[in-house]
């Protein structure tokens, strides 16, 4: 087989030899030409270019590899226009202004590998057109008018690797439109008006690789979008105005490379989506009016080696932003909204080569030495960033300055707590209290708050710290006594205060069995506060309440016991113990039906007489 093809060829090649060495300018009057082309004897190339056709010329020689015939005027393409031509392998057709292919157009080119048809008038593409080209390796339709792609419109290309259509006027995909394109690896679909992605169509696509999205009129990519797509390394989506989300199922099944959704209207980065794409090495969010990139939130990335957001509304890159990012190397956030990049933003900044930072309203402190530090190291893409903020510093380049002057210019004050005389509270259970907690420093520090047991609080809770740097306790409780501590902390170091609460129980309280705790925590089921808006902890009620809910447990054991005590007589067998499971019916529950929450079961031994 291998040496049937070998002998052919060297049949081939030597024929061709014997031609060029020897007959060339005989050869050239035998071989046909047609008058507006130029035909290479030797590359088998024919160059109709340029030549005013208004159809595909006669006489071309059968030979041929290549056929160009672009910059024509050709609008139709009739039936089994080529079929002489067996050999070619490579056909143009650019640049013309087709608006009509016949089915069967291309019928007998078995061998050919590429087809252009770019720059034309298609505004539909038949189905058959592109039977007989068992080989075809790449279809370009780019910058048509094409509307939609029919059912079965490539089914004879089986062959097929890459289908350039970007630049038409795509409304619809049919589902079954790349049924048998069973090799396609790249799919250009940029400039098409499609209103949702052709998910049904893509599923016929399984071995695709590459694939671009230009003008999708979409507000959001739904779930499951391109799933199937198993080998599928590059997504890019771009100008996509209306695009704000991507559904946290969107890139479920994708196992990307490489992702790129630009110019669009993502105002967050889209973590959840994301976040399966352990193999995911290039990342662009370039142009959306995306504000922060979030601390912790990019670790399962862990392969990532760029992220560009370029031209974004960025204004804050939390610390931690890139940790887990161990072979992170470019960040190019140039043109946004940022006021500094702290180092603790990155995983390791040993890996970071290139940084685009330039046009940024940057603040210059010590937080950005570690830039001027780096900068032998650093590619700052020809543009340094410059400060803006600062007065003496004002549109200064940060490579002006010697390593000397500038850890004297990029400087930073500590935090300081305003207002440090100690703050005690002594306050009765259930109610509210709060300290007040102001710094000031360069850049000005942000405050939290520990709690006695030293972990920090959070914006939400009974107990919480409040954004403007005060601590609120709701409805005290004596476990909440202790020492609280407010830190101010920035860039340049910390301070911090200690705070002092005491919560007084209820007297009554350490008498009761039952404790009044869960009167607290459940407060809906009580019902001193049913159907109040707001819960309200009216001591006498409380007390009240509690009492009758004593009195009556007690009553109902007692005649239990009475109870007991007759029929152990009547025995006549006399017990002189009795052991009692009980469940104590609080107040709580006996007035509404049992929420069962303060139930608990126990028993308790007595001697009878
Ligand atoms: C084909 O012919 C045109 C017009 O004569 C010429 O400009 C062009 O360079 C030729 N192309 C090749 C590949 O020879
Ligand atoms: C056909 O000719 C044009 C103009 O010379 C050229 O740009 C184009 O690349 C050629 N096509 C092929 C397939 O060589
Ligand atoms: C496709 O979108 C372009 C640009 O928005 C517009 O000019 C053109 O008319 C649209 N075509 C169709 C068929 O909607
Ligand atoms: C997408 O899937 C997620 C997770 O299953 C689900 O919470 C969400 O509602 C789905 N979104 C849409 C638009 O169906
Ligand atoms: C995902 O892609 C990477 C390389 O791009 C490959 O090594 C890995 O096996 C793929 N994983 C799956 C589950 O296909
Ligand atoms: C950042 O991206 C922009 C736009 O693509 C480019 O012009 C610039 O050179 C990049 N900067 C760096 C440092 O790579
Ligand atoms: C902080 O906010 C809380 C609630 O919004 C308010 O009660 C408190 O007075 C504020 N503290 C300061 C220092 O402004
Ligand atoms: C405050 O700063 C000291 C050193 O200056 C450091 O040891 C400590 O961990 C810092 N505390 C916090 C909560 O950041």
Redesign the pocket.
């Known amino acids: 087989m291998f040496e049937g093809v070998a002998i052919h060829q060297w049949l081939c090649w030597g024929a061709l030899y014997l031609l060029t060495a020897g007959v060339t300018s005989a050869s050239e009057t035998r071989q046909p030409c047609p008058q507006s082309c130029r035909c290479s004897i030797v590359l088998l190339e024919v160059n109709c270019s340029d030549g005013q056709l208004s159809t595909v010329p006669d006489g071309l020689p059968q030979d041929a590899k290549l056929l160009n015939l672009t910059h024509n005027k050709i609008k139709t393409l009739v039936n089994q226009r080529f079929c002489a031509l067996t050999e070619l392998l490579h056909l143009d057709l650019s640049d013309n202004l087709l608006a009509l292919i016949e089915v069967d157009a291309f019928l007998g080119l078995q061998k050919l590998l590429t087809l252009h048809l770019a720059h034309n008038h298609l505004k539909i593409i038949p189905v058959g057109v592109f039977a007989g080209l068992i080989n075809l390796q790449l279809l370009d339709v780019s910058d048509n008018?094409i509307?939609v792609f029919l059912d079965f419109t490539f089914r004879d290309l089986a062959a097929l690797q890459s289908i350039k259509a970007a630049d038409n006027?795509l409304?619809f995909i049919s589902r079954q439109a790349f049924t048998g394109l069973t090799s396609v690896q790249e799919l250009h679909l940029d400039?098409?008006?499609l209103t949702s992605v052709p998910s049904e169509a893509l599923t016929q696509l399984s071995v695709l690789r590459s694939l671009h999205f230009h003008?999708l009129g979409l507000t959001s990519i739904p779930n499951y979008s391109f799933r199937h797509l198993v080998h599928l390394k590059e997504l890019v989506i771009s100008h996509c105005p209306k695009l704000e989300t991507l559904s946290a199922n969107s890139l479920f099944g994708l196992n990307l490379t490489s992702l790129a959704i630009r110019h669009c209207n993502l105002n967050a980065v889209p973590y959840i989506p994301l976040h399966h794409l352990v193999y995911l090495v290039y990342l662009d969010l370039s142009f959306n009016p995306i504000s922060y990139i979030h601390g912790n939130m990019l670790g399962d990335l862990l392969r990532l080696q760029e992220l560009h957001l370029f031209g974004g509304s960025l204004q804050r890159i939390e610390i931690r932003a890139f940790r887990g990012l161990t072979h992170f190397k470019l960040l190019n956030v140039s043109r946004n909204l940022l006021t500094t990049l702290e180092l603790d933003a990155f995983h390791s900044v040993d890996t970071l080569k290139t940084l685009g930072l330039d046009n940024n309203p940057l603040v210059c402190d010590c937080r950005l030495l570690w830039v001027v530090r780096r900068r032998q190291y650093l590619d700052l893409g020809g543009h340094s960033p410059t400060c803006t903020t600062s007065i003496q510093l004002q549109s200064w380049n940060f490579l002006d300055f010697s390593q000397t002057e500038l850890p004297g210019l990029l400087t930073c004050r500590q935090p300081r707590i305003l207002n440090q005389k100690p703050q005690v509270v002594k306050v009765d259970q259930g109610h509210t209290v709060g300290f007040y907690c102001n710094a000031e420093g360069d850049p000005l520090p942000s405050v939290s708050w520990l709690n006695p047991q030293l972990t920090p609080l959070s914006p939400t809770g009974r107990i919480r710290a409040l954004s403007n740097g005060s601590l609120e306790v709701r409805y005290a409780q004596p476990q909440d006594s202790g020492t609280y501590l407010c830190v101010a902390s920035n860039a340049a170091g910390n301070d911090s205060l200690a705070v002092s609460l005491y919560v007084r129980a209820f007297p009554s309280s350490t008498k009761n069995i039952f404790h009044l705790k869960g009167w607290f925590a459940f407060p809906s089921a009580s019902p001193g506060v049913k159907g109040n808006q707001k819960p309200q902890f009216d001591i006498k009620t409380l007390l009240i309440a509690a009492t009758i809910g004593f009195l009556s447990f007690f009553s109902s054991v007692s005649v239990c016991f009475v109870f007991m005590f007759f029929w152990s007589k009547s025995k006549g067998q006399i017990k002189h113990t009795a052991t009692i499971a009980y469940v104590p019916r609080s107040a709580v529950s006996s007035s509404t039906g049992g929420t069962g929450k303060s139930m608990e079961t126990s028993r308790f031994t007595m001697k009878l007489i």
């Open positions: 008018e509307l006027d409304v400039g098409s008006n003008r």
